[in-house]
């Protein structure tokens, strides 16, 4: 089987992002999963167990000091390495800030075709193929790299199956980034958590309120079933710009693409920019008083009430069935 290169972020703590998981099983999916890890040395063969425990098969750590200190240079080069060494079929990165950057990058530097937001990935006779929702989840479309290593960014939330453990065999290299062509890190400051809920991007459950809210404090509404759900808040623009909450949980064309294993819009009509962020969402529960509402088109479960009404009720079931 062809070797699948995935690459695997690393938070600031050195800890596996939660992207890592479903990378590695839609690698699965389409050959040897291989986990390409940047490190500084010495960091990277302690991760390779986990790795293996969720489905890497080889573990790529690519060593330099210049991991940390160099924007993205050292991971597109572990990526171009590892190329090199395991002459992949495919290369999968999370479709995250940092993955899109290196993706995009490697793509140039390897001579790749890049295929981004992957809802999905296959194998078909010679070829990978991607699959993509697009124009507002309106069409599904499948996409393949004619010629050159595909390059391929996967949407957070998107692929639920999970590869079984494997071996997880460690193949370490000393790498060096062009620093001429990279951006660098003076200094890493982090950022306050004033949450503690799940991050909008990669949570399982979403909880987003539009302008029906009618107010910033009333707005208080999505966060209470938010937690009562254990979500992450996200919002729609027109609640955005009335200033409700702030853009970074703005969800749709945009905002930010979710795609959460449940979806509950209150007091949101539909627009089609809304939709484009949302309607991979695997459930979509949506609450709004007037019954044509457009989010209903695309709802699993629609309740046509007040959410003033209507959400405390809810809150109030999903507190007593957790006692
Ligand atoms: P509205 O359309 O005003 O809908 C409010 C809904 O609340 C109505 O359906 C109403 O029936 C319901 N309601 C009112 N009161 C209650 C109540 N008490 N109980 C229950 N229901 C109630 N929008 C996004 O969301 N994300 C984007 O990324 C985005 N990008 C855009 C990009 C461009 C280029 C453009 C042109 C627009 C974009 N928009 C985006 C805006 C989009 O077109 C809509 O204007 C926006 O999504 C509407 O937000 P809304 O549903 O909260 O408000």
New binding site residues.
């Given amino acids: 089987m062809s070797n699948i290169l995935t690459l695997i972020e690393l938070s600031g703590t050195g800890a596996i992002r939660n992207t890592a998981p479903a990378l590695l099983a839609a690698a699965a999916k389409l050959g040897t999963p291989v986990a390409v890890v940047a490190t500084r040395p010495g960091a990277g063969v302690p991760l390779a167990a986990e790795l293996g425990e969720l489905g890497a098969a080889q573990v790529y750590v690519a060593e330099s000091d210049q991991v940390g200190s160099l924007l993205v240079a050292p991971e597109v080069e572990a990526l171009a390495s590892a190329a090199v060494a395991l002459e992949p079929a495919a290369i999968l990165l999370a479709h995250s800030v940092e993955g899109r950057d290196v993706a995009a990058r490697l793509a140039v530097r390897i001579g790749g075709g890049l295929l981004v937001d992957a809802v999905d990935v296959r194998a078909d006779a010679d070829k990978i193929v991607a699959t993509h929702s697009v124009f507002g989840g309106a069409y599904t479309v499948e996409a393949a790299v004619e010629g050159g290593t595909p390059v391929i960014t996967v949407r957070s939330g998107a692929i639920q199956e999970r590869a079984g453990s494997a071996a997880g065999t460690v193949t370490t290299a000393a790498i060096e980034a062009d620093p001429g062509a990279a951006a660098v890190i003076d200094a890493v400051h982090d950022a306050v958590v004033s949450s503690s809920r799940p991050e909008l991007r990669d949570a399982s459950i979403v909880v987003s ?6 107010s910033k404090e009333k707005f208080e509404l999505v966060e209470r079933l938010a937690d009562a759900l254990g979500g992450a808040v996200g ?6 710009d009335a200033g409700y909450v702030p853009q970074t949980l ?6 930010t693409t979710v795609s959460p294993q449940l979806y509950v819009a ?9 939709r ?2 949302m309607q991979t969402a695997k459930t979509i529960v949506a ?4 019954a044509d ?1 457009p ?1 209903f088109d695309i709802a699993d479960f629609g309740i046509v ?4 009404t ?1 959400v405390p009720q809810l809150i109030d079931a999903i507190e007593a069935r957790a006692k």
Wanted: hydrophobic share 40%.
């Fill in positions: 309120g539009g302008r029906g809210l009618g919002a729609s623009r027109a609640a955005v703005q969800v749709g064309q945009t905002g209150l007091g949101i009509s539909g627009a089609i920019q809304h484009a962020g609450i709004n008083k007037d509402a989010i009430g007040d959410v003033f209507v």
